[in-house]
């Protein structure tokens, strides 16, 4: 199925920014907000594919959906953290696995693994499946609710009522942090960060650009959405009160994505947008699951065993070893996996009803 445009292109600049963050730029580069994409475009993927699945079947398949997000998500995961497991034993890289930390990693618990040992129990670089945990924990609850709100009320009042429980969890998010609760808590905990992913499935219910039929070209009203998008960007990246950073800070930041991302998508093939779509950031998106998951390990590794190459060498070996890593995951692990999710993605007879413009990729 046509893939949906410009997504490719925001996973790599998501991963980019993450990676250039834990390349040693964390002061300059914002790898927080790079995990904020991931977390709103997970949100209003896996909502669209959702909403294509139930208009045109009538029902969501949520045996099949669990399926595929497994075939998605453990195969390169095993094999990473196999690897990292196998390379701390051998004394290269810092840090071991113990049974409670290996075990929260492989069973998406490493976010709350993390919060309550400050990252200790896996090895060095793996702490990023902290942000994979909180994407299953949505997996295997948002489905079930998704498919009751499309079988029970209109698509605006179900992402009222998602963007209601945005609300809620700011307000959850604030009370802990003025009750005094851990940064680690704050940033990292599925109860404190799920509104992000939130924001995605609200704009995918709303007004997707994918699915509903918006103006084009983009008009003054857009090129003022844009530009208020990017100005609310770059006022959580200047403030710098810790209460903020910590409460409304991701909201502001996930609103703002949403807003981005629509136009991205619905404008694809226009300036600046049509950047997104460039083969090189195509490709880097199709592989940023491997690289988001190998990098860290890989970067702190090359630090430990040649601090003398300095930040460039190592930025520089590190990304040449990482897309090493990467492509033959995606060769050899992913496209395989992707076919075997294709086919349990066949849509079954259209039923009557609204139309659906275009289709889109298996995540």
């Known amino acids: 199925m046509k893939p949906i445009p410009s997504l490719d292109g925001v996973r790599a600049l998501a991963v980019s920014l993450v990676f250039l963050a834990h390349s040693g730029l964390e002061r300059i580069v914002p790898g927080g907000l ?9 949100g209003f993927l896996i909502t669209t594919l959702l909403r294509v699945e139930a208009e045109r079947s009538g029902r969501i398949a949520l045996g099949s959906f669990y399926l595929r997000r497994l075939l998605r998500l453990m195969p390169p995961l095993v094999i990473v953290l196999a690897a990292a497991a196998l390379l701390s034993s051998l004394g290269l890289i810092d840090g071991r696995f113990t049974p409670g930390g290996l075990l929260a990693a492989l069973l998406y618990a490493g976010n709350y693994h993390a919060i309550a040992n400050d990252f200790q129990g896996v090895p060095a670089g793996i702490g990023v499946v902290w942000s994979l945990a909180i994407e299953e924990h949505y997996y295997l609850l948002y489905p079930p609710l998704v498919a009751l709100l499309l079988r029970r009320t209109s698509l605006h009042r ?62 003054s009203r857009g090129r003022v959405l844009v530009a208020a998008c990017l100005g609310m960007l770059l006022l959580t990246l200047l403030v710098r009160d810790e209460l903020f950073r910590v409460t409304l800070r991701f909201s502001l930041q996930s609103v703002a994505i949403a807003g981005l ?19 090189p950031l195509v490709y880097l998106g199709s592989i ?76």
């Open 158 to 219: 179900a992402a009222a009522l998602l963007g209601v429980l945005c609300v809620v969890v700011l307000g959850w998010r604030s009370a802990l942090a003025l009750h005094g609760a851990s940064v680690n808590h704050l940033t990292m905990g599925t109860d404190t960060r799920v509104d992000a992913i939130l924001v995605g499935c609200v704009l995918a219910l709303w007004r997707n650009p994918w699915l509903d039929e918006l103006p084009r070209p983009m008009g």
């Open 288 to 363: 940023s699951y491997t690289v988001y998951l190998s990098h860290h390990l890989i970067l702190l590794g090359l630090a430990r065993h040649e601090p003398a190459w300095g930040w460039f060498g190592l930025t520089l070996a590190g990304a040449l070893l990482t897309l090493a890593v990467a492509e033959p995951m995606r060769r050899w692990v992913e496209l395989p996996c992707a076919r075997w999710r294709q086919r349990l993605h066949r849509p079954g007879p259209q039923r009557g009803g609204r139309a659906v413009r275009g289709g889109m990729a298996v995540p």
């Open 261 to 279: 991302l629509h136009a991205a998508v619905a404008h694809a093939g226009q300036w600046p947008w049509r950047w997104l779509n460039a083969r």
């Open 34 to 42: 790079g995990v904020t994409i991931f977390f709103v475009l997970s």
